[in-house]
């Protein structure tokens, strides 16, 4: 084994969400997230080291139309769709791959269509709420070029996943919330026609994940309220794809909100310890991701009309 310096860049995601109270039964959402990204290098040499050149890149967008129905005072449910757009690019390169060293495949920009649907109880004298959100997966077929000189068609699917959302009142002006979120990473693999008939399996191997977090909100007055919260998602097998090296990790976030007549500012910072990891092509342990966290910052900027 032996240890690589930074293989993951800065990243920012924008998200953005306009909502409309139809009546005192229904409402009505949009949104637009960035649900998936990455950006990975490996540095040095593919002729010289084991990863060198080993990178992905990876951008998408999703708009979601979202309708809330109340079926009474403590009962609703939800649903949409959801139209998510992805590209990406993928390079193998280091001595650890062998015949597939400076391999690459760009999957073109793909859009398809998804659903969200779920319900929820609440009790507004005690501030609480409990939320269940599903997520389908999505398959999308990508036009992917390999190595500059194939085309062909890349079928990935995107994972379901499960939100469980929920808070409380504990005291006056105190909120206890947190989640609870399963996504089926596992199912998601990257098999492009060329790469298959060469050989190959999967340019990625991931597994099912599951996060947990929870945390205190506080109104300190009916301008500002402040937050804490401790995230953890479970650790897997430590053997990693080289695409995703780390295994599960643990997170502390601090917020504040500050409302100002229909203006709401809101941001956060939140700091996560990433679980030690080995990069391991082919199952086949070559570098060793420990000690590692990262740092993130949050804006939010809201209107009321």
């Known amino acids: 084994q032996s240890a690589y310096g930074d293989v993951a860049a800065d990243y920012s995601q924008l998200a953005g969400t306009l909502t409309y109270q139809v009546n005192d039964l229904l409402s009505v959402a949009l949104i637009f997230d960035q649900p998936y990204g990455a950006d990975v290098t490996y540095p040095g040499s593919g002729a010289a080291t084991l990863l060198g050149g080993t990178s992905a890149q990876l951008d998408s967008s999703a708009i979601t139309a979202l309708a809330r129905y109340r079926l009474d005072d403590n009962f609703s449910v939800h649903g949409g769709v959801r139209y998510e757009t992805i590209d990406a690019s993928i390079t193998l390169s280091g001595l650890a791959f062998g015949t597939s060293n400076?391999?690459?495949?760009?999957?073109?920009?793909?859009?398809?269509?998804?659903?969200?649907?779920?319900?929820?109880?609440?009790?507004?004298?005690?501030?609480?709420?409990?939320?269940?959100?599903?997520?389908?997966?999505?398959?999308?077929?990508?036009?992917?070029?390999?190595?500059?000189?194939?085309?062909?068609?890349?079928?990935?699917?995107?994972?379901?996943?499960?939100?469980?959302?929920?808070?409380?009142?504990?005291?006056?002006?105190?909120?206890?919330?947190?989640?609870?979120?399963?996504?089926?990473?596992?199912?998601?693999?990257?098999?492009?026609?060329?790469?298959?008939?060469?050989?190959?399996?999967?340019?990625?191997?991931?597994?099912?994940?599951?996060?947990?977090?929870?945390?205190?909100?506080?109104?300190?007055?009916?301008?500002?309220?402040?937050?804490?919260?401790?995230?953890?998602?479970?650790?897997?097998?430590?053997?990693?794809?080289?695409?995703?090296?780390?295994?599960?990790?643990?997170?502390?976030?601090?917020?504040?909100?500050?409302?100002?007549?229909?203006?709401?500012?809101?941001?956060?910072?939140?700091?996560?310890?990433?679980?030690?990891?080995?990069?391991?092509?082919?199952?086949n342990g070559i570098a060793a991701f420990t000690e590692n966290d990262a740092v993130g910052v949050g804006l939010s900027v809201g209107y009321r009309f």
């Open 102 to 283: 400076g391999y690459n495949v760009v999957l073109q920009e793909s859009s398809e269509l998804g659903f969200v649907v779920g319900t929820a109880y609440e009790r507004e004298e005690i501030a609480l709420r409990v939320a269940l959100t599903y997520f389908n997966s999505i398959q999308h077929d990508f036009d992917s070029v390999e190595n500059g000189v194939f085309p062909g068609t890349t079928s990935v699917e995107t994972p379901e996943a499960w939100n469980l959302d929920f808070q409380t009142g504990v005291a006056e002006n105190t909120l206890l919330f947190g989640q609870i979120r399963h996504a089926k990473y596992g199912q998601t693999t990257v098999s492009p026609p060329a790469f298959v008939a060469g050989g190959g399996d999967s340019l990625t191997d991931f597994d099912n994940n599951t996060s947990y977090s929870i945390g205190v909100a506080r109104r300190f007055s009916d301008a500002f309220a402040a937050s804490v919260s401790v995230g953890y998602e479970n650790t897997r097998n430590p053997l990693v794809s080289p695409l995703a090296p780390t295994n599960g990790n643990r997170s502390l976030s601090v917020g504040g909100q500050y409302t100002v007549g229909d203006v709401v500012i809101a941001g956060g910072v939140r700091y996560v310890d990433l679980g030690d990891a080995i990069s391991a092509p082919g199952g």
